[in-house]
């Protein structure tokens, strides 16, 4: 039999699994709803119960979990597999996660932040594949990220670092969520993104967008500002480009710090967006210095929405011996 192992992928109103093979590929699967008001002993239980039968199924398909891996949002103690809360579930202050699950499972349990798990994931299996050193960041609603230095995960001593969507790109710029202004986060995160197109629309610049949304009655996101510019639209192929600018004057500070191979971008607002990509390598090209600028290269994410669940796994995987590498 292969090894294999569980990935659990903690949202805030689902809760995605699966059993990975060796290889990053997805041997079976499934799911349940979690949601903020979701009792904490209801979705002990089910994951209890799904990994159970996960492990059935896994079985009959030649595979052996060795262990389970989870990325959960929010502050996790690596070490100890502690989770201090979750950001959109309640009841999970302070829960032993790791001891619970280990006692009720029999099996080895392993927890990171979701960013981090999806940067394993995607170095081991994905975008990052054959490198030992990359940068991914998921870029959605917020800014997550991670980074991985000669095959394992960069944590810190608290397990707080990566937190790269609040590198402050100006001190006088928007406030952000964390209390700070001008993170690169207040920048290129879904919610600036918006208003920020909405503003220039409504302060007189021509697009396309104007009649989308007002004649059309469609609704304004970043995806549709991307189609705007996949037609040719003047002023959405600038907003892009101006996101990757910002995006990219962050990552000039990290590539001229941690020297990486690969700069791997996901989430909704990078998902196939060459503009964005483009912007953010010419300025690295053009700001980090040269010998760092032309090993690395910027490349998008390629395991999509199950990024999450595979790089939750890798955290089992990348820790077997058969591997030759640990997280």
Known sequence: MKNAAIGVDIGGTSVKMGVVGPNGRIVCRSNF??????????????????????????????????????????????ERGFVYSFPNIHGWENTPLRKILEKRLRLPVRIDNDANAMALGETLFGAGRGAKNTIALTL???????????????????????????????????????GNRGCIETYVGN???????????AAGEKSVLKRWIEEDGRELTPYLVWQAAKKGDGFAKKFWWETGLHLGNALVGLVNVFNPEKIILGG??????????????????????????????VVPAALGVDAGLIGAAALVLAADPKRGRRA
Do not use: M, W
């Open 33 to 78: 709803p979690t949601g903020r008001h979701a009792k904490k002993s209801d979705v002990l239980d089910s994951l209890y119960e799904h990994s159970r039968s996960l492990t059935a199924q896994a079985k009959k398909a030649g595979f052996r979990v060795t262990g389970v891996g989870i990325g959960a949002p929010g502050p996790i103690d690596v």
């Open 140 to 178: 959605g609603t917020g800014v997550g990220g991670g980074i991985v230095i000669d095959g394992k995960l960069f944590h810190g001593p608290t397990y707080s670092a990566a937190e790269i969507g609040h590198i402050v790109l100006n001190e006088e710029g928007p406030q952000c969520g964390c």
């Open 191 to 201: 919610g600036y993104f918006v208003r920020e197109v909405r503003s220039r629309l």
């Open 268 to 297: 909704g607002v990078a998902q196939d967006k060459p503009h964005l990509l483009d912007s953010v390598t010419r300025t690295i090209k053009k700001k980090a210095f040269p010998i760092a600028a032309r090993s690395v290269k």
